[in-house]
């Protein structure tokens, strides 16, 4: 999947369906987003080259960013991954996260009641 993505696949609803997983990375100038404080100022999220001593879980879709923003031909180092599946009704794989109408309307309910 890595090796083979391009930017064009990204806008393929197909292709989203693919991004569902997790994989535990051993990055080395690897382009990855990370949370941290920016200009000294306030904490963001930027897209910086990542070297770690110890693995790091990334999602899916980062980590396929990441083969398409970094340097051709180099892949980021994967220890482990996991695949998030969830069935329909039918049994098959949706390919898809459930969210339900009653799912959703609890965290709708609480981040409007923090304002």
Same mark, same amino acid.
């Given at each position: ?17 693919? @991004?569902?997983?997790?994989?535990? @990375? ?5 382009? @990855? ?6 200009? &000294?100022?306030?904490?963001?999220? &930027? @897209? ?24 051709? &031909?180099?892949?980021?180092?994967? +220890?482990?991954? +996991? ?7 039918? &049994?098959?794989? +949706? ?21």
């Amino acid at each position: 999947l890595l090796s083979k993505s391009r930017l064009e696949d990204t806008f393929a609803p197909e292709f989203w369906k693919k @991004l569902s997983f997790f994989a535990q @990375l051993r990055p080395k100038d690897d382009i @990855l987003p990370i949370r941290t404080v920016y200009s &000294g100022k306030a904490q963001n999220i &930027g @897209l910086n080259y990542l070297t770690a001593k110890d693995p790091v879980w990334y999602a899916g879709p980062d980590v396929v960013a990441s083969a398409i923003c970094g340097f051709p &031909g180099k892949a980021v180092t994967i +220890s482990k991954s +996991s695949r998030s599946v969830v069935r329909n009704d039918a &049994g098959h794989d +949706s390919g898809m996260m459930p969210v339900t109408d009653s799912d959703f309307k609890p965290v709708t309910f609480c981040r409007r009641s923090e304002h």
